[in-house]
C-alpha cells in the first residue's frame, strides 16, 4: 500500500476529561493508508487516551473522527452504540499487557473476534489464524494457552489477533513496554515488517530508535496537548520545542553512552 491523498482517519478537536483532569486537550493529526504514526511524550501526557478514543474504547467529550472521508462521528452529543461499533470495527488495538484470553488457546484467541465479532466463518478463521501464526513463528503454540508462552510470544500472538480481524487501522499501545529487554527485540521485528509491509498503525511507545526507522510523522505530547509534530529526522535531531528536546535527550542519551 502507497499513501494516498484521501486521510484514512481525521481527528478534530479531541478532547476528554476524568473528573476535573483534562487528560487530552484538543487533539488534532491525519493518518493516511499506509503511514505509520508515532506518539510519544512523557508519562500522563494523554497519548494512550487518545488511541482508546480511535477505537471507542474511551469516548471523547468533544471533537470529531472521520474515516475515509465519510460521515464524521461528532461527539458533540453521546454517540449511538451502533456508532461507536462501527468505530470499533474500522481498526484493532494491540494492548501493553497482551490482554490474551488465559483461558482459550492460542488459536482460540485469535480466532474469537472474527467468528463472535465480524461474523467470518470459523473455517475461515481457523485458516487465516494458521497462516497468521505460522509467518510469525508461532504454528507450534496453536493449541497452547498464554501462561506457556513468554511474553514475547504473547505480545506476538496479541499481534496476529489484531491482524486477524482485517482491520483498516492498527493501534499499538506500549507494545513492548511491558516485555523484559531481551524480548524487545522480537516484538519490534514485527512491528518493522508490518510497516514495510504498508500497514497503516498508531503507535505509542518510548522506543524512540523504532520510532526514528519506521514513523511517516511523530506527534509529541505534552499535558494532552500535541506540542510538535513532524519528521523523525526533524524532531529528534532539531526539535523546535526546549521541552522537546529534553525528553528525547533523556530517552535517548542512555541508548547512546
Known sequence: MSLTETPLLEVRGITKSFGSQTVVDGVDFTVRRGEVVVLIGPSGSGKTTVLRCLNGLATPDSGTLTFDGGPSLDFAAPPAKADLR????????????????????????????????????????????????????????????????????????????????????????????????????????????????????VVVTHELGFARQVADEVLFFDEGRILERGAPAQLFTNPAHDRTRRFVDRILRPLQD
Not at 470495527?89 to 482460540?108: E, G, K
Not at 506476538?156 to 486477524?164: F, K
Open 86 to 201: 462501527a468505530l470499533r470495527d474500522r481498526s484493532a488495538m494491540v494492548f501493553q499487557h497482551h490482554n490474551l484470553f488465559p483461558h482459550l488457546t492460542v488459536l482460540q484467541n485469535v480466532t474469537e473476534g472474527p467468528v463472535s465479532a465480524h461474523g467470518v466463518p470459523r473455517a475461515e478463521a481457523v485458516a487465516r489464524a494458521e497462516a497468521l501464526l505460522a509467518r510469525f513463528g508461532l504454528a507450534d503454540k496453536r493449541d497452547v494457552y498464554p501462561f506457556q508462552l513468554s511474553g514475547g510470544q504473547q505480545q506476538r500472538v496479541g499481534i496476529v489477533r489484531a491482524l486477524a480481524l482485517s482491520p483498516d487501522l492498527l493501534l499499538f499501545d506500549e507494545p513492548t513496554s511491558a516485555l523484559d529487554p531481551e524480548l524487545v527485540g522480537e516484538v519490534l521485528i514485527v512491528l518493522r515488517e508490518l510497516a514495510r509491509e504498508g500497514w497503516t498503525m
